[in-house]
């Protein structure tokens, strides 16, 4: 580990976690704002859908009879609850703190991204009168989530992806078709997930009497991040009780830090939120570093002073990376999911407010905790979780053997196979 990223982490480490006068539910306010971030920023013509949409949802979260729609899929259907893992090997060999893994990989579909999917899908279903669902992915995992719930509802649905994409995630484009999804290429702009939400959003001003758009990070205007957040807080709701119950594989007690990966920062704000009263527990998002700050071909918003600054972008403000005339930077990851210029602006807030705290692992670094997971615990991750497990690398040996770190194993790695092979070679 380079002097710079250790003296990044030893400053994390002392960080104090929370200050106990910010209230955690008071946001978004009704305009959907969190603190400066947030917000609706769309056309004219895009305000009564969401206008509907935040009805519609607000209506659901209290409707007995949609939420024991919703529980008994996410049971039946999703598998849930998603098992809680002790990596016992892995925290051996970095001999520090005990490290948990909450296997989202686990979930139907093979990520998080389902119970966002699934929940939105039931809520068009049910309380709206629109037929048809329109999606950007980057990984392919929300796209191939949106597949899955469409066909499972019977919903007509489009999936806008990147043509970058599409080459560097080849299985998920034929697992979306073979759910009866169109996928569309993209290949304006970096080809990646920004340009697939450009043309989502075009889809979607063009035919929004009859179609729902089917966002998949905490990202995009009011109510967007805050009812993707809710959808995603599943994860956090199990890992909570899990952790403090030994027959559900916990250590009998909360983590001491929860380490998740940021891309939009749907898992990240999912596996957070529960947490967020618990003041002993750091809360770390864990952002692409791609070839390093220095070089700019990254994805860290938050890390790089220069071009991470306050921005709009698609619907929402936030921290975004953006040249000196705001233009928005390209980006790079090794990972498609995390290669976004922008971020959840709940994620801004909470930063801002020292509740959570945001890193960044590098290509190389995240390979290291791919590979790591692989060899030790015989679980292949999504590179975008791996960019998490990179960062343990780091953080558990310098916690001690009692404390504790749960990782949130977004996704599974079976769509990254391509990538990987190309990167470090099949038989290494
Ligand atoms: C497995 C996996 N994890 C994480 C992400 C990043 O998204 P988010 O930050 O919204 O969780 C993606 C995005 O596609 C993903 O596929």
């Known amino acids: 580990m380079g002097a710079r990223r250790q003296t990044e982490c030893e400053e994390l480490m002392t960080l104090s976690t929370t200050s106990t006068t910010v209230n955690f539910s008071a946001v978004p306010d009704e305009t959907g704002r969190f603190g400066p971030y947030g917000g609706k920023y769309v056309p004219e013509t895009l305000m009564p859908a969401l206008d ?74 049910r309380k709206m009168g629109k037929t048809r669902i329109v999606a950007e992915t980057g990984a392919g995992q929300h796209g191939v989530a949106t597949a899955t719930a469409a066909a499972l509802l019977g919903i007509g649905c489009i999936v ?10 080849k299985p998920n484009v034929f697992r979306m078709q073979l759910l009866g999804t169109e996928v569309r290429a993209v290949d304006s702009g970096s080809q990646t997930l920004k340009d697939a939400i450009n043309e989502a959003i075009r889809d979607w001003v063009t035919n929004v009497e009859t179609t729902h758009y089917l966002l998949g990070s905490a990202l995009g205007p009011h109510p967007y991040p805050a009812m993707v957040r809710d959808f995603q807080s599943i994860i956090g709701l199990e890992a909570h009780s899990q952790m403090q119950d030994p027959a ?37 998002g864990v952002e692409a570093g791609g070839h390093g700050i220095e070089d700019g071909a990254h994805a860290a918003r938050f890390a790089d002073p220069e071009r991470g600054r306050l921005g709009v972008l698609q619907g929402t403000k936030s921290y975004v990376l953006q040249d000196s005339d705001g233009q928005i930077a390209l980006t790079h990851s090794i990972s498609a999911g995390l ?10 807030w909470l930063r801002d407010v020292g509740r959570s705290e945001y890193t960044y692992c590098t290509d190389t670094q995240t390979l290291e905790g791919f590979k790591a997971l692989c ?7 999504a590179l975008e979780s791996a960019h998490a497990i990179g960062y343990v690398l780091e953080l558990a040996p310098q916690m001690a053997k009692d404390q504790v770190i749960l990782v949130n194993l977004s996704g599974r790695g079976d769509k990254d196979l391509g990538t990987v092979m190309q990167t470090i070679g099949g038989d290494s």
């Not at 290669?339 to 801004?348: I, Q, R, T």
């Not at 060899?375 to 991750?381: K, N, S, V, W």
Request: net charge negative; with cysteine; aromatic share 6%.
């Open 248 to 284: 559900e594989g916990g250590p009998g007690r909360l983590p001491d830090a929860i380490v998740a990966c940021v891309g939009g920062g749907s898992n990240a704000i999912g596996i957070f939120h529960p947490f967020l009263e618990e003041e002993s527990v750091r809360l770390i």
């Open 160 to 169: 806008y992806m990147g043509t970058v994409d599409m080459e560097r995630q």
């Open 52 to 125: 509907e949409l935040e009805e519609a949802y607000l209506n659901a979260r209290i409707d007995k009879e949609f939420m024991a729609e919703l529980a008994h899929l996410q049971h039946t259907y999703v598998g849930r609850p998603t098992p809680l893992t002790y990596a016992r090997r892995l925290s051996e060999e970095l001999g520090g703190a005990q490290i948990y893994l909450k296997r989202e990989d686990l979930a139907h579909s093979g990520a998080h991204k389902i119970n966002n999917a699934l929940g939105q899908a039931l809520l068009m279903k």
């Open 375 to 381: 060899e030790l615990e015989g679980i292949i991750p």
């Open 339 to 348: 290669d976004y210029a922008s971020v959840g602006p709940e994620h801004a």
